[in-house]
């Protein structure tokens, strides 16, 4: 049986990768430079500390980039993400149209503005009454 040799750096960027994630915003999660991330998909071995961290960003088990065979990386991550998934923060299936998100704080602008409109009013009227008194 032929040992195959594990390449820990190409194992993070076919994560990265398959979840969509740019090297730039890796980096600005690490508080790294775009290059730095670069340099660590290029190494066979990566730090544990760093592989740490960049597997909890990733969401997967250290191991995974550990220990992983290309072949490997499609089961994780189709064990480990599903389509309600969010990443980074960011909802890719949302439950709103953000269309009618933006449609809605218009709306919420609008009647602010004429809620102060008609406060403005009331105390123009009120110091038109003011001013006329003798």
Same mark, same amino acid.
């Given at each position: 049986?032929?040992?195959?040799?594990?390449?820990?750096?190409r194992?993070?960027?076919?994560?990265?990768?398959? @979840?969509?994630?740019?090297?730039?915003? !890796?980096?600005?999660? @690490?508080?790294?430079?775009?290059?730095?991330?670069?340099?660590? /998909?290029?190494?066979?071995?990566?730090?544990?500390?760093?592989?740490?961290?960049?597997?909890? !960003?990733?969401?997967?088990?250290?191991?995974?980039?550990?220990?992983?065979?290309?072949?490997?990386?499609?089961? &994780?991550?189709?064990?480990?993400?599903?389509?309600?998934?969010? @990443?980074?923060?960011?909802?890719?299936?949302?439950?709103?149209?953000?269309?009618?998100?933006? @449609?809605? !704080?218009?709306? /919420?602008? &609008?009647? !602010?503005?004429?809620?102060?409109l008609?406060?403005?009013? /009331?105390?123009?009227?009120?110091?038109e009454?003011?001013?006329?008194?003798?």
């Amino acid at each position: 049986m032929q040992d195959k040799k594990i390449h820990q750096g190409r194992n993070i960027k076919r994560f990265r990768e398959m @979840l969509g994630i740019k090297q730039e915003a !890796l980096a600005f999660d @690490l508080n790294c430079s775009q290059q730095k991330i670069s340099i660590i /998909e290029q190494k066979e071995t990566v730090e544990k500390d760093m592989l740490e961290k960049i597997a909890g !960003l990733l969401n997967v088990p250290v191991e995974a980039i550990e220990n992983m065979e290309e072949d490997q990386a499609v089961n &994780i991550i189709a064990n480990t993400f599903d389509n309600g998934s969010i @990443l980074n923060g960011i909802n890719y299936n949302p439950s709103f149209h953000p269309i009618d998100k933006v @449609l809605q !704080l218009h709306e /919420e602008k &609008i009647a !602010l503005y004429e809620r102060m409109l008609k406060e403005k009013d /009331e105390m123009m009227a009120k110091l038109e009454q003011y001013l006329q008194k003798p």
